[in-house]
């Protein structure tokens, strides 16, 4: 008889709808390939809205969004959802396509009701040092029972590239991990890539960032991505599987682009309007770079010996990797003993609906093959 | 109580000794994080000797090649051994460090009787497509039976470098891949950044050949290398699991760099003496790609769609991340319908003992996780 994981996915943005047309691709090849699995989707939930099929049978993923706005009920506290899912004939994977850390918060409690995790939450593995030991001392991957749920959390760091399973490699191999480097914003990457491109040209630091977000790049307010945070909180989950136990994004060195004077402002087009006035500022430093034959990128770092992790804008030889970056694409450098002077490279889209969610259905395979 | 998994290793040379020093400190990480997993190495052979305990204790890793040299007794038929590993009290690993078709083609065998397979063996999984066909409708993790072994090769492209396994996860949640092109040997890689480096200059081919052989980046006999059958039988397993059943790695259009008229040459003196008579040749070659402001690789290519795969020199912009290729890095580029016009890219150190053993070893810790 075929075994049955019940999949309940909370967040339908766009990872979310990614996610559900990846798992309806992964039901269908698991129908043919390996029969004796049964995936069941019984929980779709946003905000406002939920659907769940008490009754455990599956859920059209089709239709199941026409379905949620049709037919939806108001979701319960996630306290009772849980509670609710632990009751299931069977394992149950939790996919979080939120970044809630409330939610977050809860999944020690849920791996301990032997409910997997697999999400790209960057905030559920970046906040405070306590949750994430809480979190990994309740995984069955981590050092909790091995009746408890499995966590997994590729996508928070390049989306779908496989930069958190290769640094756990290394580690765990006995491989010496001593600098991990790289461009890990898809909108610093193609802000940067536009305001020195390579080869020269480029415009002004303001009207690149009103580009940027003209073409959707940044987020709704671009401050959220010029404080450099989400950068911040990549490095701290690198750091942390690196060994070093880093309290919290705000706890290292982090650059923010947003100009002091205009910390203050009240509203995301108030900042665009004024930014342009700070135009000075960052071409001074566009033209120090080109005047050592080098480019300006906004990177992160972390030096494991010395544990110091930072993030801010660096200088790069046009010969450099990173220089070299186009569009909004992510580079990750591993230098390590192993590999010696020539770091192990991954480079690629790190943001994006389809590759996110990638990362999440990957994930879920690994946790569908460990609860086979 | 403690569960044993029980390790045996075919094959000491440089990969094999590499596994052995990771086999170690994955088996103290395990005792301090894992105490419920009781690594055991039970068996080490090589061509002529081996030692085998068959009261299924653990054989001390950092005696044990003395313990060989001194104690080690002829090995029997590989049949017979399997035999007696089907009869381990608990779940058996081989880990095959060797290149030998022959073994390889007892994988289904071993397989099947519950053994798993972790192997860096490219000869293995590029052989005629019946072995590829026969080992994974043996494999737990193929189509086999749940209580079959799982069968593992990361390292047979691109040594430790997460090559197969991103390959496997774009396949798998349901990315289309259009292209797969990279430079897949370490040695070709050393070889074209000498003989045409970026900016300029490098020497004549077959002085260039002679200096990598004797820094130890060639065979023993250069013209293995040469051949091009290295890289036809990456490309040969890099196309089976992106769907096209390439049927051997002769049954595509491979490039051979050794000259026609030396094809008879009864040595690789011989043959390393008279190549320096065909410098012209690609002296040649070498300046159409300097006309065009290209230069040229040795490269792997497999276009899915068309079904077309190919192994030879190519030429390229200098701005292409193929021609800033540094020493003996391997790059392999996977152009999908996910990550769009700019590629998913993996970089790095693609030879050597400690990262092919790195691959082995991720391999064995995947497998000691399904088995746990």
Same sequence: chains 1, 2.
């Avoid at 019940?6 to 559900?20: E, N, P, Q, S, T």
């Amino acid at each position: 008889m075929a075994k049955q994981i019940y999949i309940a996915v909370v967040g339908l943005g766009g990872v979310g709808k990614a996610f559900l047309s990846q798992l309806e691709f992964l039901r269908q090849r698991l129908a043919q390939q390996s029969p004796a699995i049964d995936l069941r989707l019984i929980l779709a939930r946003r905000s406002q809205k939920q659907l769940f099929n008490s009754n455990w049978e599956h859920l059209d993923i089709n239709t199941v969004s026409a379905q949620l706005d049709k037919n939806g009920t108001p979701p319960p506290p996630f306290n009772e959802t849980f509670g609710q899912l632990a009751r299931a004939p069977g394992r149950v994977v939790l996919v979080d396509n939120t970044s809630d850390v409330g939610l977050a918060s809860l999944y020690p409690m849920v791996l301990q009701r032997g409910i997997s995790v697999v999400t790209p939450n960057k905030k559920a593995f970046s906040d405070r040092y306590e949750l994430w030991d809480s979190i990994f001392k309740s995984a069955a991957n981590g050092s909790g029972s091995a009746s408890n749920g499995y966590v997994f959390h590729e996508s928070t760091v390049g989306a779908g590239l496989p930069v958190l399973s290769s640094l756990k490699e290394l580690v765990e191999t006995g491989d010496e991990v001593t600098k991990i480097e790289g461009v890990f914003s898809g909108t610093m990457s193609f802000l940067f890539n536009s305001f020195q491109p390579l080869g020269g040209g480029g415009g002004k630091f303001a009207a690149e960032v009103k580009k940027a977000k003209e073409l959707g790049y940044t987020e709704p307010d671009p401050r959220d991505d010029l404080n450099g945070l989400d950068v911040a909180r990549k490095l701290t989950i690198l750091a942390r599987i690196a060994g070093l136990p880093v309290e919290s994004p705000t706890s290292f060195p982090v650059q923010s682009l947003i100009p002091k004077e205009l910390e203050s402002c009240s509203s995301g087009d108030e900042f665009m309007e004024k930014l342009a006035q700070f135009d000075s500022q960052m071409e001074t430093i566009k033209e120090d770079a080109t005047n050592e034959g080098k480019v300006v990128r906004f990177v992160g770092s972390i030096d494991v010996p010395s544990k110091q992790v930072k993030v801010g804008l660096e200088k790069f030889d046009a010969s450099h990797p990173i220089a070299a970056l186009k569009g909004s694409d992510n580079i990750i450098s591993f230098y390590t003993k192993r590999y010696g002077s020539n770091p192990l490279i991954i480079q690629g889209a790190g943001a994006g609906g389809d590759v996110t969610a990638m990362g999440v259905t990957g994930d879920l395979i690994k946790v569908i093959r460990l609860l086979q």
